[in-house]
């Protein structure tokens, strides 16, 4: 049996000795290829203010690890036009279909319960989680496990500054509070009370289990008062390539995309940026814990302000000497976006291996109905550009957006074969409604608008409102999006540029 992953022995004498405060905490986030941030955050915080942590991760104990995107094969491409069918005739089959994956995915990992249950038998002082909404059904299992043991449990996430979200999770039984703020500075506080029973409520974004909440949390600033992450506990001899993630700015600059669910997000609500030194300094640090020179930047838009990201380029082998790094841009149309030829060229010297962006669409009607704030031919020209420096590039898309017409998808197929020599990996999803985007809204308060569209239920395990849409049923519609789905299958049936081949399957 393997023991759960902790500090020093010295760091837990001392402080047993000091009588501070033990902390396991469960990383639900289980990435087969990086540590996960928020937890090396939260671990980095508490340690730096006394408190002895002790970090389970399942993939130290051989839970398979969340597999992302690779080579396809035509079984994938069978599978999304399953995922992805609008035939009338097959619509309940199909939700019966994704459902049963849903929970296939989704169901708690009987060694994660266990080795809960073990590490929970040494009686920590509060037990600690980080949850996506997929992650309910093993939030419950821990529940029952903390409740049992008579251990407080704090509940953190992405989505948990949204109300409807935080109550439904917080009814869960055994857990002490969920938490919807960025708590890199006041983490230590938040776990002593809750160690020590005193009231939660004092601080923001915090929801009970009896309903009440405080205030919602201010967004975090300023950034550069976090602290480095602390990846040392993470099962590094388990990845197949060391790569640390990091943020160099919180939110986006353009934050209008009305799908956009990051944006209303606890850390994604408003634009912030830490200082280029700042960055730099913590590649600089992590490079030297961890021996790697190999970096995945999870900013929501690395170019919203394109002289931070330049600061990045300019400095990125200055500090860490073979450093190769991919981020996530916003191909917007300010007249300095960050992203000219020379710029992305400057990034590929710098060491920048994989560019990810959103596509959405080759339609600019769509686009402009998303309030995208693209063009496509500022897309294009943005492929072909990254392309030629060096870049494996790789986009996002989606079908099924309000009003989408079977030319709409006709021009989508028609870009992605124009440009299929320039594009690695293209990720379609099916549109949704996540909760409190601009699109819910408007759907909330004009349904007229939108006569193909009925809402149907508010979901706030998943923090999405579910719906039924009439688009997509005539045989048109699907002789189309057939185009679409050949094109993105041709596409992502390739192997990804050699450059970038240690990122392959990020992102």
């Not at 929970?103 to 040494?122: K, M």
């Not at 009440?212 to 388990?238: E, I, N, Y």
């Not at 239920?457 to 719906?467: H, K, N, S, V």
Request: aromatic letters at 6%; proline letters at 5%; glycine letters at 8%.
């Amino acid at each position: 049996m393997k023991p759960v992953r902790s500090g020093s022995a010295a760091e837990r004498i001392t402080a047993l000795n000091r009588g501070l405060h033990k902390a396991l905490v469960i990383d639900l986030n289980n990435f087969s290829t990086f540590p996960t941030l928020a937890v090396g955050i939260l671990v980095a915080s508490l340690r730096n203010a006394g408190f002895a942590v002790e970090l389970l991760s399942p993939l130290a104990y051989d839970v398979p690890a969340a597999e992302r995107e690779r080579a396809e094969a035509l079984h994938d491409h069978l599978m999304r036009r399953i995922h992805l069918s609008t035939h009338p005739a097959f619509r309940s089959a199909r939700d019966g279909l994704r459902g049963v994956r849903r929970w296939w995915l989704d169901r708690p990992h009987a060694r994660v319960i266990a080795e809960t249950e073990r590490a929970l038998a040494a009686k920590p002082d509060v037990l600690l989680l980080s949850a996506y909404m997929q992650h309910y059904p093993t939030v419950v299992e821990l529940g029952k496990l903390a409740q049992r043991h008579g251990v407080p449990m704090l509940l953190g996430g992405p989505m948990f500054n949204l109300e409807s979200a935080a109550t439904v999770w917080a009814k869960i039984p055994g857990l002490t509070a969920v938490v919807g703020a960025e708590t890199d500075v006041s983490a230590p506080d938040i776990v002593r009370t809750a160690c020590e029973g005193g009231d939660l409520l004092s601080f923001p974004g915090i929801t009970l289990p009896d309903g009440r909440r405080s205030g919602a949390a201010p967004p975090l600033r300023p950034l550069d008062a976090t602290p480095v992450a602390d990846f040392t506990d993470f099962p590094w001899d388990r990845y197949r390539v060391r790569i640390i993630p990091l943020m160099a700015s919180r939110g986006c600059q353009w934050s209008r995309c009305t799908f956009c669910s990051d944006v209303v997000s606890v850390s994604g609500r408003t634009f912030r940026n830490r200082s280029a030194d700042h960055v730099l300094h913590e590649m600089r640090e992590q490079s030297r814990r961890h021996g790697t020179s190999n970096f995945l930047f999870l900013d929501l838009k690395l170019n919203s302000n394109p002289e931070l990201m330049r600061g990045i380029v300019e400095g990125a082998q200055r500090n860490v000497r073979g450093a190769q790094w991919i981020g996530t841009v916003h191909v917007d149309q300010r007249r300095d976006n960050g992203l000219s030829k020379k710029d992305l060229r400057a990034a590929v010297a710098a060491g920048m291996r994989r560019v990810s962006f959103g596509l959405e669409s080759g339609s600019q009607a769509l686009l402009d109905a998303m309030d995208k704030g693209c063009s496509v031919e500022g897309n294009a020209e943005f492929i072909r550009n990254a392309h030629e420096a060096g870049l494996s590039v790789r986009a996002t898309m989606f079908k099924g957006f309000p009003g989408e017409t079977v030319r709409d998808l006709e021009l989508t197929a028609e870009f992605l074969e124009r440009h299929s020599d320039y594009i690695d990996r293209i990720r379609y999803n099916e549109f949704s409604i996540p909760v409190g985007t601009p699109i819910h809204r408007a759907v909330m308060e004009s349904p007229e608008a939108y006569p193909n569209l009925r809402l149907t239920r508010l979901d706030g395990r998943r923090a999405q409102a579910r719906y039924v849409s009439r688009d997509g049923s005539s045989a048109s519609y699907r002789k189309a999006k057939l185009k679409v789905l050949r094109a993105v299958y041709a596409i992502n049936r390739r192997p990804i540029r050699s450059s970038a081949r240690a990122f392959d399957g990020l992102m």
